[in-house]
């Protein structure tokens, strides 16, 4: 069905709409139990409405670069698909996952609860040998809840005043944290965690036309070092990655930093692309980039535009490059 018949059937679909202003996190439901940086507690509404105009509905939703894994969980508390595929390559991210889909939930629930939260504790409990999977989940979910900004990346460290002066215990909300892994028993059955490579897993699924897929892979070349500070893997070939999107059968999204880069790929492989607005941790208002193969369905948010390029006009007489700026459509 084209756009403009789109448009005359559900009228409401394409009124024009606020939902992209800088959202405000608070206002969406916290499932996850990582503090995660680049973290898209802020993207969930955008999501929302992306999948909502699906017909049929997708029942697998493929993330490849899960992460806290907010978007998955969103989708599957919400019932916006049956399964989702959680893709993490990051061992220790990993064990918490694992150990939601393997039933031990409840046992980091009690060990939380039960925990006392000094930095002397946090110290010892961290020194200890790894027994298990589980341990290891709760020495993870330890670091990520008293590091500095969530960082699990070799270097980081403790927080050093935290909200209020608080220190290490200004992120530590005990019962907020039993809470959401005891939630997550209830969608457990219908998570399939992969510990492995995002593109490879991606390659698996590209032919089922039941997936949908969400891409928020890390930094490109241009934020390497950024990305080598926030995550243990920030290394990508990010060219493959695009071009693997280009055998999927399936409707996906990607969101990225609003790099040169990126454009230049995403325009080379046919997609399109809008910016929309976002608040960063430090309170910034920045814009994101979206990459998809039909995007239109977000023309009718005031706030969300298509990205402006840079390009060079070469004078004939002096041969010397001007600067000119080109829309793209």
Aim: net charge positive; aromatic share 10%.
């Amino acid at each position: 069905m084209n756009t403009r018949r789109q448009s005359l059937l559900f009228p409401e679909l394409f009124e024009k709409t606020e939902i992209p202003k800088p959202v405000n996190v608070a206002s969406v439901p916290q499932r996850s139990p990582f503090r995660y940086p680049g973290g898209k507690t802020w993207f969930v509404p955008t999501f929302r409405q992306w999948i909502a105009r699906m017909y049929p509905k997708p029942s697998i939703l493929v993330e490849p670069f899960a992460g806290g894994g907010i978007i998955s969980l969103t989708a599957l508390f919400e019932n916006l698909v049956e399964k989702a595929v959680m893709v993490e390559l990051d061992d220790e991210i990993a064990a918490v996952w694992e150990s939601v889909v393997n039933g031990d939930a409840e046992w980091l629930a009690n060990r939380i609860l039960t925990f006392d939260l000094t930095k002397e504790a946090v110290i010892k409990e961290l020194e200890k040998a790894l027994n298990t999977q589980r341990e290891k989940a709760f020495q993870t979910i330890l670091k990520n809840r008293t590091f500095h900004g969530g960082i699990l990346a070799e270097g980081s460290g403790f927080l050093k005043y935290g909200e209020n002066g608080k220190g290490i215990r200004s992120r530590w909300y005990p019962e907020t944290l039993a809470k959401r892994f005891l939630n997550l028993n209830q969608i457990a059955s219908r998570i399939d965690f992969r510990c492995d490579d995002g593109i490879r897993v991606l390659k698996e699924f590209a032919t089922n036309q039941e997936a949908v897929y969400f891409i928020d892979p890390p930094y490109t070349a241009g934020g390497k070092k950024a990305g080598k500070r926030l995550y243990k893997h920030s290394n990508l070939d990010h060219e493959r990655l695009f071009t693997v999107c280009e055998s999927l059968k399936g409707d996906f999204l990607i969101t990225y930093d609003n790099a040169e880069e990126v454009k230049r790929m995403a325009r080379t492989h046919g997609f399109q692309m809008r910016l929309i607005p976002m608040t960063n941790t430090h309170h910034a208002r920045l814009e994101e980039l979206v990459i998809g193969k039909d995007l239109s369905w977000m023309d009718r948010f005031h706030a969300v535009h298509e990205p402006e390029v840079e390009y060079l006009v070469r004078n004939k007489k002096n041969k010397r490059p001007n600067k000119g700026v080109e829309r793209t459509r």
